[in-house]
């Protein structure tokens, strides 16, 4: 196999880096561990993705008719290593409107839905939300029963979501709901786009075990939705929603955020002590660190894989699980191992002034569920590697 990279390909990566040396704003370096750092710099976090927008690295991959960069998959692999390589910030500000609602509005959306939306999501101008999950609807998302009901040129939507991510702070929302309660539960859904200001939504944060508060409850009541705002068909959201979330499926950023984290690990156990000796030293650490290396090197040559398959033009399915699951028992097990590296020290939390790196790894160990629950519980993914990869026998 392969894994060089043609002398455009090459020369393209160079292109990023001096991009990088001359525009990465400073202090931008965090992981995903520490997003909440990264967002201390809001005009220099604007003007990056301003930069980004002009050489058309925000929506890469979408075609340049609609204001996207039409990039290769090996372009964009590089792209998107370079970037996480040196933990620059995201590539745009527009999280899920560029990880799905751009995409479903590339292939299903009106032009006048396209012209309207496009443009604020690569110019980070706009936040969407995702409202999908519902209290009896999860990893089962069909089964979801908010509903809308047509009258006249509007829906009126009633129900309620919940773990909407940002929806705080959204302008818009990507809404799933239920339009023909006697079709066959997948065919009944719609995919209705809903500006968060619309009389009738109340949303209710959420509160997080780290403290924090990213998503909440959405509640409808009477909300007057244009047809205009649907996107597809009626009855078409599951197809909507399948394909958009393809588009949610690359590990090589991950894989670079966590190697950083790996070496972040590291170098807590070359500092703390455990039974009088460097903790580095310590062979069950040494194991642990070890065990957690060759878990990412795996998730690495996957995404090989599953780049190699991009580039023969075969589709991407359930192997992807593969990667997806591998990265939900890394993300439990980094917090928990820096945990046990710093010892007694490891029950402080931030605030104490005896915590080590100010709580970083107590914040890291309370964060996993999105990286684990989101988009899909580990017991889904193995329900999807035993059953569409493996083949064996449907339970039920
Ligand atoms: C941080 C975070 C952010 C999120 N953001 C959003 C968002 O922005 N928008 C949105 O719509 N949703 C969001 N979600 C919701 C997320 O998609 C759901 O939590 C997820 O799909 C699981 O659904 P559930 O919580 O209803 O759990 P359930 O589906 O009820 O699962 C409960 C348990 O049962 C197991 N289980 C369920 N079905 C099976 C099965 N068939 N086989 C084996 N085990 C099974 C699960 O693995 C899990 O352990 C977010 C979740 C998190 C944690």
Known sequence: ?????????????????????????????????????????????????????????????????VGGGGGTISEQMILKEEMARVKAPMLGLSYMGLAWVGPALIKYGTPAQQERHIGPILRGEIQWCTGYSEPGAGSDLAALQCKAVRDGDDYVVNGQKIWTSLAMWAQWMILLVRTDPQAPKHLGITCLLVPMQTPGITVKPIKEMN????????????????????????GQGWEVTKDALANE???????????????????????????????????AIRQRIARMETQVEAMRLNGLRFVTKQLRGEPLGAETSINKLIRARIEIESG?????????????????????????????????????????TPNIQKNVIAERLLGLPHDG
Do not use: T
């Open 1 to 65: 196999m392969d894994f060089g990279f043609s002398p455009e390909e090459e020369a393209f990566r160079a292109e990023v880096r001096a991009f990088i040396a001359d525009h990465l704003p400073q202090r931008s370096g965090q992981d995903q561990m520490d997003a909440e750092e990264g967002m201390k710099n809001l005009p220099a976090l604007y003007k990056w993705n301003q930069d980004l927008h002009a050489k058309r690295w925000v929506g890469f991959n979408w075609p340049r008719e």
């Open 249 to 283: 499926r690359s590990s090589i950023a991950d894989v670079w955020a966590l190697k950083h984290r790996l070496e972040a690990i590291r170098d807590l156990a070359r500092r703390c002590r455990r039974r009088g000796r460097p903790a580095i030293e310590d062979a």
């Open 211 to 234: 403290g924090g508060a990213m998503f909440a409850e959405v509640f409808f009541e009477d909300v007057r939705v244009p047809a205009a705002n649907r996107l597809g068909a009626e």
């Open 336 to 376: 928990r191992l820096a945990r046990d590296i710093e010892g007694s020290f490891g029950a402080l939390a931030r605030k104490s002034p005896h915590a080590v790196d100010d709580g970083r790894w107590q914040k890291v160990m309370l964060s996993w569920p999105p990286f684990v629950i989101g988009g899909g």
